[in-house]
Nanobody, 126 residues
């Protein structure tokens, strides 16, 4: 069972930046597609973006393109989510997840990911 631990969330003002980290326990981490999801209160968990194991190939939802960047350090078994120009609508619990499935980024949903972190809260005030 792959273990994932997120960190880096917090309370920030609109327009600020945050970097989330996800430490992965699995030695075969480098073969997984790693993704970030988020879940706002009362809403379903939403795919934000992902990075393939080969990197730096990434894909994002339209609402975060040009603001969010996913990267990975295979040597450190860590994946990052750099978030810039944060908006109040970005407020959510952010989760990292791993998958052995290779799909088009637009096709990914929660069902394709077998391992999840515990989540980290990001709150953006206006």
């Amino acid at each position: 069972q792959v273990q994932l631990v997120e960190s880096g969330g917090g309370l920030v003002q609109a327009g600020s930046s945050l970097r989330l980290s996800c430490a992965v326990s699995e030695r075969t981490f480098k073969t997984y597609t790693m993704a970030w999801f988020r879940q706002a209160p009362g809403k379903e968990r939403e795919f934000v973006g992902a990075i393939r194991w080969t990197g730096p190939t990434t894909g994002y939802i339209d609402s975060v393109k040009d603001r969010f960047t996913i990267s990975r350090d295979n040597a450190m078994n860590t994946v990052y989510l750099e978030m810039n120009s944060l908006k109040p609508e970005d407020t959510a619990v952010y989760y990292c997840a791993s998958s052995s499935r290779i799909l088009q980024y637009s096709a990914y949903s929660t069902e394709h990911f077998g391992s999840w972190g515990q989540g980290t809260q990001v709150t953006v005030s206006s």
